[in-house]
Structures are given as C-alpha cells and as structure tokens.
C-alpha cells in the first residue's frame, strides 16, 4: 500500500510537472508572437521589388502592394515628384530608403505594418511622439446656424416659420398680413392701426397667445369695450428678420403660461443687410398704392363716396437700413416711415344679410363704396442692435426699438 501510494504521487508529481512546462511553453510562445515588429524586424525580412522610374505617389503605392505594408502620406508632399524606382531583393526598409532618395522625403514606422511619410523639415519642426502620434496644431472649427425655414420640419409638434423673404414677398398693406398664409394663425384688427393681435387655433388675448420681441414679451392689453380687451404688439414689417410660432402649450422660456401658443418676432440683424463676406452694406426700401384718402378733420359724420382714381397714390411706406460687421462687433440700423389714409369699401357683392329672424340686416354701417373711417395711420419706427465680442466665446449685444404712431380707432361700443 505504502508503495504504491507512492507510485500515484510520483505519477501525480510528474503530470503536474509537465503540465506546467508545458503551460510556461505556451506563455513563452504566445510573448513572442505578440511582440510588436520594429523597423529593424523590417531590415530583416527580405523581399523582391521590381519598382519602375516615374512618380513618386505610383512608386509608394506599389511599394505597398509589394511589401504589405500601410503607406501614410499628405497627397501635396508628393505631389509634381518623381522617383528612381528600385529593383531587387532587399529589406522593405532599404527599398523605401531608395524610393525616396532626392526626394527631401523621410519616413517612420508607427507600428509593426505602418509606415508614414512626412517632409523632413516639417518632421524636424513638430516630431513623431514615441508612440508614433503627432501633435496638431490649433484647428479652428467654425459652425454657422441651419436654414431656420427647415425648423418646422425637423422640429416634433406643430410650428410654423416667417422667413423675412416671405415677408418681402407678402407684404400686404398692414402688419397682420404676414400671418396670411399660415395655417391656424391670424391677426385680428389688422386694419385698425398698426398693431399685431394675434389668434393661434382661435385663442387669443389675456394672456394666451405670447408675442415677444428679440426674447422679450411686447404685448399691452387694450380695453376695447363691449368687444373686451385686446393685446397689442407694434412694429413694422420692414424690420422684421424671421417670426417662428409654436402652435399649442410651449415648454420654452417664451412660453411659460401660455395655452395658444408663442410667435417669436427677430427684428433685422446684419446678417439680414451684408452678403456673405461684406463689411459694410445697405437697404433702401419704399411703396405706394392708392385707394385712399387722408383722414378728414373730426368731428366728421358723413362718410365719403368719391374713391380716387386708379393712379392717385395717396399712401407711401419706405424704409433704409445700415450694417456693418467688424472683427469685434457688428452693427445695424434702421428706419422706417409709414402712412395710409381711410380706404374705401368695396362696391361689389351682397351689401345685407338675413339673420336668425329672417329680417334682411346690413353687413355694416359702411356702405358699398365708401371711405371707412379710422383705418388710417401715420407711423415711424426706428431700430438699433450692436453685438461686441472680447476674448473666447464672450460677447454682449444690445438692442433698442422704437414706435410712434397716429392712427384711427374703431370701438366696438
């Protein structure tokens, strides 16, 4: 028993001795091949090269292929060169040398099957690290907003956006008529001086639509009798730049309490005036039309027929705007001038109206062809924004607006 209790321990000893030669073997084994290969592994490995005289870049690019190699290189360090060739077996090492002799070229393995080619006055400025990164120097990125007319878009919910060529295009004859066009939003009292009252899906007023101007809220809220109340925003379409409007219940700053929705009016900026790359620029605007007379003096009760005629221009608008953009501020300025006087109602279609009790009631006091009182106005606004920039990412921008206008007013009571 004793003996043999021996022989399985001698047995045990032995498999576990082998196991463990065997198990160091492999360790030894698996360190060597995963030692990564230097350039002086390349100066031992041989090969056969058949590399013509002609371009420098056609004689990398088959070195490559024929060593199997990675070949890393800035295209314009190459560019117009030409090499020698190299023809016979040799080291990749020596074969490259060969390639790139008269060309001020230099070269440097990064790993094991990586070699990057670099001038060698540039190499001597800013070296290869010892793990074969190079250090960059600063990389300015610079990032300019989208096309703010694809935000509807791309934004989830429902939205809408002005763009200031809509604008240009659409003017109308009152502020409120930007909003033509947009599903779900109006201006009600458009023709009742120059003011913006606006209804988003048929809400409007005490506080449930907002309206702010640049981020800030410009709404003033008017007693309009037994019609109730109103709020008002003035400005004129000249120095509008882009409007976006939020439909519905906003989560953003401009947004906080409201259930009809946000119109976000951005008055003109320099880039609304310069082209791309300008320093200084300009816009001068103006227009007329007719069907209009200047307000009578009050008090007056009786309502005139006699329209103009078709080219008696009696209204006028004009506008001019001055930018400038320098290396630390930008600058714009604008002004605009506006005056209209009482419209005359149309003459054509139905004049009355039957109502719940079958009586025939006039659409308004106004009759066909008439001058409709207080539609006129006579506004001026002016508009001053400046940004200054100092150090990294700091920058103020300042900002005034200003109105006045005389014009009619229609009460409901």
Known sequence: MGLRAGLEGSRRGGRRLLVAVLSGSTCIGAATIGAPLTANAQEARQATFDIPAGSLSGALVAFGRRSGLQVTYRPEIVSNKRSDGVSGAMAPQEALSRILQGSGLTYDFTNATTVAIGDRVAAAVAPLDTDGTLT??????????GNPTDLPYETPGSSAYISKQQIERFRGTSPGDIFKGTPGVVAAGGHNGAKLDVNIRGLQGQGRVKVAIDGTQQSTTTWRGYQGVDERVYIDPDLIGGVSIEKGPSSGAEGAGTTGGVVSIRTLNVDDILDDGATYGARLRGGTSDNALSPPSAPTYGQRSDAP??????????????ATRQ????????????????????????????????????LSFTKPGEEVFNTSEDTFSALAKGTVRWGEDHSLELGYVHFESDFGESMGS
């Open 136 to 145: 960059l120097d600063v990389i300015d990125v610079t990032a300019k907003s």
């Open 309 to 322: 005629s078709l080219f008696d221009l009696k209204n006028g608008s004009g506008s001019v705007a001055l």
């Open 327 to 362: 290396e630390n501020f930008d600058f714009v300025a604008a002004a605009a001038r506006r005056k209209t006087g009482n419209y005359f109602a149309g003459s054509q279609g139905n004049s009355t109206h039957y109502d719940f009790g079958g009586y025939d009631r006039p």
